[in-house]
């Protein structure tokens, strides 16, 4: 079994930084593409950044140029490096990762951590 345990959420004023963490139970080095995910008041998931096993990086146009996402698979760890934060950013951050099993694509989710971007 797969857990994702995220970490790093919290208040910080607008153009503020914050970094989270998702260390996994295991290697992550199977994963074929583990990304962060937001979800805001009132509004559905959306993608925010996901990394893919051969280092290709996609961000939402929202996000471009602020945040920075990364993987330490010395540590099982996925980063989100967030800067120039604002408002807007403020949403519940989860984890999630991708792995290919047999024939089938299993997907793994962390349970959520909160950032609050506020004065």
């Known amino acids: 079994q797969v857990q994702l345990v995220e970490s790093g959420g919290g208040l910080v004023q607008p153009g503020g930084s914050l970094t989270l963490s998702c260390a996994a139970s295991?290697?992550?080095?199977?994963?074929?593409?583990m990304g962060w995910y937001r979800q805001a008041p009132g509004k559905q998931r959306e993608l925010v950044a996901h990394?893919?096993?051969?280092?290709?990086?996609n961000y939402a146009d929202s996000v471009k140029g602020r945040f920075t996402i990364s993987r330490d698979n010395a540590k099982n760890t996925l980063y989100l490096q967030m800067n120039s934060l604002k408002p807007e950013d403020t949403a519940v951050y989860y984890c999630?990762?991708?792995?290919?099993?047999?024939?089938?694509?299993?997907?793994?989710w962390g349970q959520g951590t909160q950032v609050t971007v506020s004065s």
């Open positions: 999630n990762a991708r792995r290919q099993v047999i024939s089938t694509l299993a997907e793994y």
């Open positions: 295991g290697s992550i080095a199977n994963f074929v593409v």
């Open positions: 990394i893919i096993s051969g280092a290709f990086t």
